[in-house]
């Protein structure tokens, strides 16, 4: 790889350009995306992140796709938030199994000040300990909130924009688009990376996937993690009758995400379920360089396939598990 710095990263992106990039002819597109890959991050290399809901369902907002919001008639089970132990027990199986990132998702609307948030803190310091990059995923956030989590040890926190600005408001009515804006700034601020992407196949346009690519492509700084989900049908939300996202249009918006953010993680998230291997094989090669992987073969409350499948997959693709940029950095003393 060459010496990359960060001043080469841009951040005002237009829009022209960037429909521009995703509209290429597809084989082009891949092309580009990929040797911007080989050129910012080892391209034999995936991130295994393992996310574990903490705390499921009975959510307050009204997130269209969500199988949590407690107004769905969904089949998802509630389940207050887990003890410290059993969340640190499921953290060492993961890393056992090849993880180097912990996620840790709660459907809360915002992290209140309570004894829950401490009991968060303790399972974040507890995962920091075994070496794994600890992620959070809590709701909104206060400056003060991120602190405390940052001073514990979390690693990133996943605040995803969901959709663009323009259409936020068909998605979901319960929060504002400024206020993700506001808590992705305030985990800046305390100095916890950021993971934030959205989610594809809500009924948007290529516009809006655009106007969201561009709103984290043109941030002061890139989100370090860029998830790229394909919208899970839950039955019972709102969304439970749209349409399979196309494979072609993950591999447009990867390969856009590589191109314009390429020093970033770039995820794919959710709706590998319902990809086939080789269409997985296209994401990688469209610069997705991370994968989630969940016990019990589940991506928080939706299917996905399982850490064994995964490893089959990675290694049929001549793949490797990227060790934590924690381990990397206590190897490089
Ligand atoms: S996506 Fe998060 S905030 Fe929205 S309903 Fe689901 S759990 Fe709640």
């Known amino acids: ?117 401490d009991r968060i803190i303790d399972m974040v310091k507890g995962v920091n300990d075994m070496g794994l990059e600890v992620c959070c995923t809590l709701g909104m956030l206060t400056e003060h909130q991120a602190q405390r989590l940052q001073e514990a040890g979390l690693y990133a926190y996943n605040h995803n924009l969901d959709t ?29 990376t950021v993971c934030s992407g959205g989610i594809i196949g809500l009924g948007e346009k290529p516009a809006d996937r655009i106007s969201m690519l561009r709103t984290l492509a043109n941030m002061e700084r890139h989100p370090e993690s860029v998830p790229i989900n394909a919208l899970a049908r839950v039955p019972g939300t709102p969304l439970e009758n749209l349409p399979k996202v196309d494979v072609w249009d993950m591999v447009r918006m990867i390969a856009t995400a590589r191109i314009v953010m390429p020093a970033s993680m770039v995820r794919l998230s959710a709706g590998r379920i319902e990809m086939t291997e080789v269409e997985q094989a296209w994401c990688f090669m469209a610069g997705a360089n991370s994968i989630f992987t969940g016990e019990r073969q589940t991506l928080l409350v939706t299917p996905n396939p399982g850490v064994d499948e995964d490893m089959q997959m990675l290694q049929n693709l001549g793949l490797k598990p990227m060790p934590s940029k924690k381990e990397v950095s206590c190897s490089n003393g």
């Not at 521009?20 to 911007?36: Q, T």
């Not at 408001?169 to 305390?190: G, H, L, P, W, Y």
């Open 164 to 192: 663009s600005e323009e259409f936020y408001d068909e998605i979901i009515s319960t929060r504002k688009f400024d206020n993700r804006i506001q808590t992705i700034n305030n985990v800046r601020k305390a100095g916890i």
């Open 1 to 117: 790889m060459e010496h990359l710095e960060s001043k080469e990263l841009r951040h005002d992106w237009t829009k022209e350009e960037l429909l521009a990039i995703y509209h290429r002819p597809l084989l082009d597109l891949v092309f580009e995306a990929a040797s911007v890959h080989r050129r910012w991050h080892r391209p034999d290399e995936v991130q295994i992140s393992t996310l574990l809901s903490v705390k499921t369902g009975g959510c307050p907002e009204d997130c269209s796709y969500c199988g949590q919001a407690a107004r769905y008639h969904t089949d998802i089970k509630v389940q207050s938030l887990l003890p410290t132990e059993t969340v640190l027990t499921h953290a060492q199986k993961a890393k056992d199994a090849g993880s180097s990132r912990f996620c840790m998702a709660a459907a809360w609307r915002e992290v209140r000040d309570n004894r829950d948030f």
